[in-house]
């Protein structure tokens, strides 16, 4: 009996190591994976040379994010927040977990406090925005949308509350690869809520020819959305570039009326291993929520 302690001791660790993050809102467990390169010990050797430095804790979290270890991103954010209560990047931060892990009410609770504490910051908007549509609260997260676009090239009176890092609204016609980002899921949101006029107001803004690099895949979501590149030329791309560009032709086919062909790419879609992507999110909310009934007829 003795000899079989370590054993069971051993068992009950490697089932603590494989327990999922999470789950997907379609009942898959949702895995983080290891950090073979050492980031995160390197981040938390840093941490213990500046103990009290909010910064040094934030990338703590950062780079178990990068290993989609989020339950211990969120307990390490929710530390900062603690220490440092009227800074909105740990908000911004533990909200964005809370959205990977699909548990939106969290996430809008922490993304209003940041948005609250710095009401300039693109970050707090885009995410809030983002929580509110994977709620289905699509109204909502066109206005929160909007409302950042609004304070786009004007002065901001709130530059002051945005600590060093965070974005501001009012900067964003001089980076536009935020810019298109938001316009995006802005343009999703809008559509959704039946606010077609605004939609198409929304399309005629994006120009071409623009020169966009972090999120090149939301820009050519929109110049799909507008009729000026194909499908085909949009699913071509890989890894959470397609997953962008698949849950946009999938709303797009569902939009249309084309319910069977945006069901089929909603499916294949759900079981990308890119997990935390917001394509992924959104097709798991469309299969369990929105377009539940519409899929339904075309298993």
């Known amino acids: 009996m003795l000899r079989l302690i370590p054993l069971l001791v051993i068992h009950a660790l490697l089932l ?9 809102l379609l009942g898959v467990p949702l895995r983080s994976e290891k950090d073979n390169d050492g980031r995160i010990a390197a981040a938390d ?12 804790l934030l990338k ?23 220490a440092f209560p009227a800074d909105p990047r740990p908000y911004r931060m533990r909200g964005h977990r ?81 810019l298109m980002g938001l316009a995006d899921w802005h343009y999703r949101s809008l559509r959704r809520a039946g606010r077609s006029g605004e939609a198409k107001e929304l399309l005629a803004s994006i120009k071409d020819g623009l020169q966009v690099r972090a999120n090149e895949s939301n820009y050519r979501d929109l110049r799909f959305f507008q009729g000026k590149l194909s499908e085909k030329e949009l699913l071509e791309q890989t890894g959470i570039a397609y997953t962008n560009a698949a849950s946009a032709v999938a709303l797009h086919h569902l939009m249309g009326g084309k319910v ?16 935390s992507s917001f394509g992924v999110i959104a097709a798991e909310v469309e299969l369990t929520r929105e377009s539940r009934a519409a899929c339904a007829l075309f298993k």
């Open 260 to 275: 069977g062909e945006g069901c089929t790419l909603l499916r294949k879609l759900s079981r990308d291993s890119n997990w």
């Open 60 to 82: 703590t979290g950062q780079a178990r994010d990068a290993f989609f270890q989020y339950n211990a991103s969120i307990a390490i954010y929710t530390k900062a927040i603690a």
């Open 98 to 178: 809370y959205l990977s892990l699909r548990k939106f009410d969290l996430a809008i609770v922490d993304l209003e406090k940041a948005r609250s504490l710095a009401p300039s910051s693109f970050e707090a908007s885009f995410y809030l925005g983002l929580s509110y549509y994977f709620s289905q609260k699509y109204g909502d997260a066109a206005n929160e949308f909007a409302r950042c676009v609004n304070m786009a090239g004007k002065p901001d009176e709130f530059a002051k509350s945005l600590p060093t890092g965070m974005v501001g609204c009012a900067t964003l016609p001089q980076t536009p690869e935020f």
């Open 16 to 24: 603590a190591q494989d327990k999922p993050e999470g789950t997907s």
């Open 45 to 56: 050797a840093e941490l213990a040379k500046n103990p009290g430095k909010l910064e040094a």
